[in-house]
C-alpha cells in the first residue's frame, strides 16, 4: 500500500510537471499569436499608407498629363500661328522681289527707300529698325545701321531664318536704293539673333549679298549668353567685310570674371542681364594705319 501511495505521488508529480510546461507552451503560443496580430496590423497600416501614397502619385500624374495635353495643344496652335506668319511673310518676300518697271529717277529711288524701311519696321516678330545718313554724308559713303531681336525658341529656327531672310531683303533692298542714286553704302547689323554660330540663321547671314562678317570673328564668335543652364555665343556685330574693319572688340567678361563662377552665370548681383556687351571700334577700310584687330580687355 505504501508502494501504491509513492507510485501516486509520483504520477501527480509528473503530470503536474506536464500540466506546467503546456502552459508554458500555451503562454508562448498567445505571446506569438499576438505578435503576428501586431505585425499584421502595422503591415496594413503600411499597407494602406503605400496605397495612399500610390493613389496621390496616379493623380498626380493625370494631373501632368492634363498640362502636358493642354501644353501640347498651345503649342499646335501656335505653330498653326507660326505656319500663318511664315506665309505671310512668304507672300509679303514675293510681292517685295517683283522687279520694278518705273525708271530709275529721284522719286523712285525715295519709293523704294520708303518700302524698304516700311517692310522692315512692320515685322513686330524680328523688331527691327534700319537707318542711312542720307544727305548728311553728302560727299562720303552713306552707313546703314540696323538692329534687331529674333525669335528666342530653338525648336523653330526656320521663324528666325524667315525673320534673318526679312531683315536682310530690306538692308538689300535700303542699299541697292543707294547704289541707284550712286553711293557705296556700308552696312552694320547688330542684335540679339538667338542663334548659334553654326546654325542656318548665322550661315544665312554670312552668305547674303550684303557681304558682311561678326566684328568677333577674330575670336571665333566667343560666349555671349552665360547662364546656370546655357552657355553659347547668341549675340553678333555684322558689318561690311569689304568696306569696313573691326579695329578693336572688347572681350567678353567669361573668361576672367570671378563673379560668374562665385554665382554659375548670369543674372546675378553685379550684372542685370543675361547677355554680356559686345563693343567694335569700327574704321572705314583704308582710312585707319594697318594693322590687326585688337582686343581690349573687359
Request: aromatic residues 6%.
Amino acid at each position: 500500500l505504501t508502494q501504491v501511495v509513492e507510485d501516486m505521488r509520483a504520477d501527480k508529480d509528473r503530470w503536474h510537471r506536464n500540466v506546467v510546461a503546456l502552459q508554458g507552451r500555451v503562454d508562448t503560443g498567445e505571446a506569438e499569436y499576438r505578435l503576428l496580430q501586431e505585425q499584421m496590423q502595422q503591415r496594413e497600416k503600411e499597407a494602406n499608407a503605400f496605397i495612399r501614397e500610390l493613389q496621390k502619385e496616379a493623380e498626380a500624374l493625370r494631373r501632368e498629363m492634363q498640362r502636358m495635353r493642354a501644353e501640347e495643344a498651345d503649342r499646335e496652335a501656335q505653330m498653326e500661328s507660326l505656319d500663318r506668319m511664315l506665309q505671310g511673310i512668304s507672300e509679303d518676300s514675293a510681292s517685295s522681289a517683283a522687279p520694278s518697271t518705273s525708271s530709275s529717277t529721284s522719286s523712285s529711288t525715295s519709293s523704294s527707300t520708303s518700302s524698304s524701311t516700311s517692310s522692315s519696321a512692320s515685322s513686330s516678330a524680328s523688331s527691327s529698325t534700319a537707318t542711312a545718313c542720307g544727305d548728311q554724308c553728302a560727299g562720303k559713303s552713306p552707313l546703314i545701321v540696323a538692329n534687331t531681336h529674333l525669335f528666342w525658341n530653338p525648336q523653330f529656327e526656320r521663324v528666325k531664318c524667315a525673320q534673318a531672310n526679312m531683315l536682310t531683303s530690306a538692308l538689300e533692298e535700303h542699299a541697292s536704293a543707294l547704289f541707284s542714286a550712286g553711293e557705296s553704302p556700308r552696312v552694320i547689323l547688330c542684335g540679339d539673333f538667338n542663334s548659334m554660330p553654326d546654325s542656318k540663321v548665322v550661315s544665312s547671314i554670312r552668305t547674303c549679298p550684303l557681304r558682311l562678317k561678326s566684328a568677333y570673328d577674330a575670336l571665333n564668335n566667343p560666349i555671349t549668353t552665360y547662364t546656370r543652364t546655357f552657355r553659347g555665343c547668341l549675340d553678333y556685330i555684322w558689318h561690311s567685310r569689304d568696306t569696313l574693319r573691326a579695329e578693336s572688340i572688347l572681350e567678353p567678361i567669361w573668361s576672367k570674371w570671378a563673379p560668374l563662377k562665385e554665382y554659375g552665370g548670369l543674372p546675378n548681383p553685379y550684372y542685370p542681364s543675361d547677355h554680356m556687351c559686345l563693343v567694335a571700334d569700327l574704321v572705314l577700310v583704308g582710312e585707319s594705319k594697318a594693322g590687326d584687330s585688337n582686343i581690349a580687355p573687359q
